[in-house]
């Protein structure tokens, strides 16, 4: 999950620094990366899959409200207050995974988590929720919302029967990879499944590789992708900075150095795609580096 830090005062720059240093996330400081925060939030809303927000819930609510379209693929979106004593999931607690990040951050920063929505209040699951989890799409969403109100009522929900029907879709994902020379495919191949691991899915989910065209002649890389039966695309560094530059990414001097550009893997990725979910930020793995897209 590629989450952005924003903070408006001083103070506040002090407790996005805290929360990046213990979970991530890359920080936004007024007067330092932008001057007005709507244009900051128009600019990067539809780019980080969680938004964190260190300033008081109403001015978040009036920046946010323009760029809302969907529960189902707006970002999460959290507030903290200025003293990090109250984390608030404020938008997408269930698809955005804005509950789940709201509990981690209260507990690395030892604050209150703030979480309204109903089932969990009431300690139940909702199927929107672990559809996210599980790198599932739920449609439509009026449906979700049947299925969830029947769970609150103690109701027994039935996988394929009944007046409603959720429909589950599969999302794949697209691995960006960036490798030295000369790494094996046995390497890359490692490499892929271990990222895969640690967001517990199996490497099947796996759809499409992509990288940059300084690798087009890059033995392992070239031979992973037949041995996987699966497409690898490649992108010029000119295509691939145009996606650092859209989506803020980080860059690694050294990996300019070497290619042209500072960011292979994630620009790559973001470069198959029109809309993204990071699944799987860029992870370094001895010589390969791997970031995860879930494919909207």
């Not at 919302?145 to 029907?165: H, P, Q, S």
């Amino acid at each position: 999950m590629r989450t952005a830090i924003i903070s408006v005062t001083a103070n506040g720059a002090r407790i996005a620094e805290k929360i990046s240093t213990k979970v991530g996330g890359q920080t936004f400081v007024k007067g330092k990366n932008f001057d007005k925060l709507a244009d900051l939030v128009a600019e990067i809303f539809g780019k980080f899959d969680g938004l964190i927000f260190i300033c008081a819930a109403g001015i978040v609510v009036r920046m946010i409200a323009p760029h809302i379209i969907s529960k189902l693929s707006d970002p999460a979106v959290l507030v903290v207050d200025e003293r990090g004593q109250n984390v608030i999931s404020l938008l997408s607690g269930h698809v955005g995974r804005a509950n789940e990040l709201t509990l981690e951050i209260a507990r690395a920063i030892e604050a209150n988590p703030v979480i309204t929505t109903a089932t969990d209040i009431a300690g139940k699951f909702s199927v929107d929720a672990v559809a996210s989890k599980l790198g599932l799409v739920p449609e439509p969403k009026e449906v979700i919302k049947a299925i969830n109100a029947a769970i609150l009522r103690d109701e027994e929900v039935f996988v394929t029967a009944g007046d409603v029907r959720l429909n589950l879709i599969p999302q794949n994902l697209i691995a960006g990879v960036g490798c030295r020379r000369g790494t094996s495919s046995l390497k890359i191949f490692e490499a892929i499944q271990r990222a895969c691991a640690m967001i517990h899915q199996p490497i099947e989910r796996v759809k499409l590789l992509a990288s940059i065209d300084a690798k087009q002649d890059e033995v392992g890389l070239v031979s992973l992708a037949e041995v996987m039966g699966i497409e690898i695309k490649f992108f010029s560094a000119s295509e691939l900075q145009k996606k650092i530059a859209e989506y803020k990414l980080d860059e690694s001097k050294f990996v300019a150095r070497s290619v042209g550009v500072g960011n292979v893997c994630e620009a790559a990725a973001l470069c198959c795609v029109e809309e993204a979910r990071f699944a799987l930020t860029k992870t370094s793995f001895k010589g390969v580096t791997v970031s995860l897209l879930w494919e909207k």
